[in-house]
């Protein structure tokens, strides 16, 4: 597929200053009149297939998503404000979700939640479903986004915060952390507390490939890797279970026995390490140490207590919803890209 050029200037600087593309701007790409390009986007069959065309490729080079709410919404505002997590089922986002919805209450608007999942098809969808609506905000887990899901974004003229991430290039605003810098952290603290042998047991998704790759690296650089150089990694799929955890330490320990110190991408995982580390009279923390993440509120309850790693989803939600109001209510945000980096919780299992 060949690059297509970009919408002309007038059309970017008609969004910018009315909040969104509108169907106006479209026809004006495409040659037709308003009316026509309704139809060839309502009733295509009531348009030549050279103007459908032309109208499709309109839409295609803009992103515009048709506004299926306009007729209803004299002011613009649904005083929904959208939030797209990969699942519901993982306690890690709970924090964040309960952060978002108090503070967007507060202020009069209402959370529609959504779960995209862990594949990019889905929430492309999931986002031309929103965009449609016409949310007044739209926070966004991670950073990795589909071109076409990038675009229609922009133009949607909709207030956008990635959160859980870190890119030098957001689509508007960001609140997150950097995996790369919490793997290599994890590494350096095993170092630290007399780790010698370490290996990862982590989900497939890509912010947990950063996280292990960083975290392989830097181990490398301690020498911490076993006699071929390699730190052992066990990927496990998303979201993670009890049962990879133990699936996983038994299949790292099967290929490495003198492992000493584990580090688990989630706090499920690093429950089901422990379990399976306790079936086979494993001592933790002497014989084998087991580091989590996300700081679940089972983590300090399990015995021994988890030691772990601490993202501030209530700092994550409340800052998001902060930056989304402030846009709604047409204020600048001064700082739109906000790190709060994370913090190694010393318990028991380290």
Known sequence: MTDRPDPPAETTRRRRRHGGLTLRDVAKLAGVAPITASRALNTPEQV?????????????????????LAGGLAS???????????TISSP??????????????????????GQSGYTESREDELLEAIIGRRADGVVLTGVMRSPGARRRLLASGIPVVETWDLTPTPIDMLVG????????AVAAYLHGRGRRRVAIISAN????????????????????????????????????????GRSGLRELLAAHPDLDAVFCSSDMLAMG????????????????????LGDQSFARDLHPALTTVRIDGNVIGETAAHFILERI??????EPVCDIGFTIVERSTI
């Open 48 to 68: 030549s297939p050279e103007i459908l065309a032309r109208v499709r490729d309109a839409v295609e080079r803009t992103g515009y998503v048709p506004n299926i």
């Open 205 to 244: 998704d890509e912010r947990a490939r950063q996280r292990t790759a960083a975290f392989i690296q830097t181990a490398q650089a301690l020498k911490l890797a076993g006699p071929d150089g390699q730190v052992p990694a066990c990927y496990v799929g998303a979201p993670t279970t009890v049962g990879h």
């Open 76 to 86: 613009r505002q649904t005083r929904l404000v959208a939030a797209v997590v990969p």
């Open 92 to 113: 890690v986002f709970l924090e964040m979700i309960e952060a978002l919805t108090r503070s967007l209450t507060a202020a009069g608007y209402q959370l529609m939640l």
């Open 177 to 184: 952390f950097s995996h790369s810098r919490l793997g290599s």
């Open 329 to 334: 209510a047409g204020r600048r945000v001064a």
């Open 273 to 292: 390490v422990l379990n399976e580390a306790n079936a086979q009279g494993i001592d933790v923390p002497g014989r084998l140490g087991v580091i989590g």
